[in-house]
């Protein structure tokens, strides 16, 4: 069990470029969220999936933000035409979601500077 | 809707002094709780949780935490601070029904520093 993983660890870019990050979840796990984490505040929920298939997204996920889970293994978050208040941690945690008793387990998050 | 509330953005405890971080939740369901804690520049590591079996959790690097569903807390505590222990400490709710979506809702945070 190697944990989950990110890429890229950090990542700076120009408002109006995009941008795409990747989360490699704990091997069978079904379940894989992103989270955002703004300076100084906790995580917030954006999505989630259930094996391939997007279940939840919030409202914070803009038209600009869309995520996928190809053959439900590892995940991509792709952002579009970045703004600054874009700049923030991305996070991505997995469980394996059997009997109600999940726990997330996160990884090491990519951090976004937009510019 | 689930909320969690964390009394102190800072907690500044002396080396070898007790530590103890509040958290206060809201849920229509009976919760999941958990504590994480995060190092500068790193994500989340699972400190322990409450899944309804017993209200006092250990946790690890000798972390625990009591459930006390008359207070709604779940507070943390460490007997003994460790230069090691400095971080940011989130609380976390999971209101879902069994075999729902499980989101966690964090609190802000507490962020902890231990002075020699």
């Known amino acids: 069990d190697t944990g989950v993983s990110q890429d890229p660890r950090h990542k700076i870019t120009k408002r109006g470029q995009n941008v795409t990050f990747r989360c490699d979840p704990i091997s069978e796990h079904n379940r894989l969220y992103w989270y955002r984490q703004t300076l100084g505040q906790g995580p917030e929920f954006l999505t989630y999936f259930q094996n391939e298939a997007q279940l939840e997204k919030s409202r914070l996920l803009s038209d600009r933000f869309s995520a996928e889970r190809p053959k439900g293994s590892f995940s991509t978050l792709e952002i579009q035409r970045t703004e600054q208040g874009d700049s923030a941690m991305y996070l991505c945690?997995?469980?394996?979601?059997?009997?109600?008793?999940?726990?997330?387990?996160f990884g090491p998050g990519t951090r976004l500077l937009v510019l | 809707a689930q909320s969690v509330t964390q009394l102190g953005s800072h907690v500044s405890v002396s080396e070898g002094a007790l530590v103890l971080l509040r958290c206060n939740y809201s849920?229509?369901?009976?919760?999941?709780l958990f504590w994480y804690v995060q190092y500068p520049n790193q994500g989340l590591q699972l400190l322990l949780k409450y899944t309804s079996a017993a209200t006092l959790v250990k946790g690890i690097n000798g972390f625990e935490a009591e459930f006390k569903k008359s207070e709604t807390s779940f507070h943390l505590t460490k007997p003994s601070a460790h230069m090691s222990d400095a971080a940011e400490y989130f609380c976390?709710?999971?209101?879902?029904?069994?075999?729902?979506?499980?989101?966690?809702?964090f609190g802000t945070g507490t962020r902890l520093q231990v002075t020699l």
């Open positions: 945690a997995s469980s394996l979601a059997l009997s109600g008793q999940e726990t997330q387990y």
């Open positions: 849920s229509s369901v009976p919760p999941y």
């Open positions: 976390a709710v999971n209101g879902g029904a069994p075999g729902t979506a499980s989101k966690l809702t």
